[in-house]
Structures are given as structure tokens and as C-alpha cells.
């Protein structure tokens, strides 16, 4: 199985903060990427897909980056409702595998 | 839009099937292109795939556990269906049923989720 690590595990941060989120697969997964959201009580909300697309509907200030086992997913100004947790996911080979998750949390 | 909506039972005992139902509404299992695919969510951890299943039947599955999994369609009714046999309390989880883009892609939409509790 692909491994995916992703860093932080939580992150602390402002409001209007950069935000930066690590991904890292234990090989090349191409640009087989996908990053998600996830709020308490939620299902987890598609964001960026092929590393790099943003899915319709989510606000521009977040872009994804990366290709072969590097990733990164960038909110450019946080904003208050972007507390949450992140996932990468990866879909390069079976069995699809999920990152453990990034908790972003307010300073 | 697709939505999708888990239901089943809430409350397992061990050693028993598990068994959950998606149904999709806003869109039809039967057009083809997307897979109909079962995740799952440890309390407070991370997520975890289940496997897949397409219109026609053909099904992917997790290795960890292929042994214990099935998963049905059923087009006439638009759902599709989860079946995870000898539960233990490990099977305690959050289970989703979410959209998948071709055989090998990224979940969307998903469902709302539901909690089963595996216990005697």
C-alpha cells in the first residue's frame, strides 16, 4: 500500500494567515492527488483534485501544488471558516489511501 | 445535484453482518462513468476505503478487507449496498458512501454518514 504522511499534524494559526499543509507519498503517485476538508460531524468536502485543480465552488484562496510523492495544499489568507481537518488522498494504485490528517486550529 | 444517504442499522452485535444502503438521488447509478464506493471513519481517526463497486457489478476492494466485504447494486432502485461480515468493536466506525470519479479517482460527492457501534 501506498503510504501517505502528511505534516503538520496540527497546525495553530490566525485569521489572514498563509497556510502551508505537506504531503508526502512513499512513491511516485504522479498527480494522482486529491485534498479534502473536513469539518466536526461532517463528511469530508472535495477541494483540490490532481493535485493541482480546484474543484468548483471552493473560494480561490486555496491551491494545491506537487507531483511524484510531494504535495502541498495552501490556504493563501485563512479565514474563519477554514478551521478544520485536511486530508490528502491518494489514487495512483489500489488500495486508495488517505493521509492522517491535518488539524487546523485557531491561534 | 448527486446526493447520497447512508442508512442501516446503528447497533451491531459482534460476529454479526454489518449491513448498510446508499441510495443516490439527483442522478442515475446506471449512466455510467462513475464508481459507488464505501469509506469508512475510525471515532476521531483518520479515513479508510472500503471498496467500489460500478453499475454493472464489477467491484474493487481493500486487501485488508476483501475477506469480510461485500458490495451490491441495485440500479432498479438507484442504491447500492454494504455488507461487512464477523464484526468486531475494531468495525466501530463512521461509514460514508461517496461518488467516485472512473475506476481509479477522487471522492465526490459523499453522504452525510452514519455511525454503527459494534457491541453486545
Known amino acids: 500500500d501506498i503510504q501517505m504522511t502528511q505534516s503538520p499534524s496540527t497546525l495553530s494559526a490566525s485569521v489572514g494567515d498563509r497556510v502551508t499543509i505537506t504531503c508526502r507519498a512513499s512513491?511516485?503517485?504522479?498527480?494522482?492527488l486529491a485534498w479534502y476538508q473536513q469539518k466536526p460531524g461532517k463528511a469530508p468536502k472535495l477541494l483540490i483534485y490532481k493535485a493541482s485543480s480546484l474543484e468548483s465552488g471552493v473560494p480561490s484562496r486555496f491551491s494545491g501544488s506537487g507531483s511524484g510523492t510531494e504535495f502541498t495544499l495552501t490556504i493563501s489568507s485563512l479565514q474563519p471558516d477554514d478551521f478544520a481537518t485536511y486530508y490528502c488522498?491518494?489514487?495512483?494504485?489500489?488500495?486508495?489511501?488517505f493521509g492522517q490528517g491535518t488539524k487546523v486550529e485557531i491561534k | 445535484q448527486v446526493q447520497l444517504q447512508e442508512s442501516g442499522p446503528g447497533l451491531v452485535k459482534p460476529s454479526q453482518t454489518l449491513s448498510l444502503t446508499c441510495t443516490v438521488s439527483g442522478g442515475s447509478i446506471s449512466s455510467g462513468g462513475y464508481y459507488w464506493s464505501w469509506i469508512r471513519q475510525h471515532p476521531g481517526k483518520g479515513l479508510e476505503w472500503i471498496g467500489y463497486i460500478y453499475y454493472s457489478g464489477s467491484t474493487y476492494y481493500n486487501p485488508s478487507l476483501k475477506s469480510r466485504v461485500t458490495i451490491s447494486v441495485d440500479t432498479s432502485k438507484n442504491q447500492f449496498s454494504l455488507k461487512l461480515s464477523s464484526v468486531t468493536a475494531a468495525d466501530t466506525a463512521v461509514y460514508y458512501c461517496?461518488?467516485?470519479?472512473?475506476?481509479?479517482?477522487?471522492?465526490?460527492?459523499w453522504g452525510q454518514g452514519t455511525l454503527v457501534t459494534v457491541s453486545s
Open positions: 488522498q491518494q489514487y495512483n494504485s489500489y488500495p486508495v489511501t
Open positions: 461517496a461518488r467516485v470519479v472512473a475506476a481509479m479517482g477522487w471522492f465526490d460527492p
Open positions: 512513491q511516485s503517485i504522479s498527480s494522482w
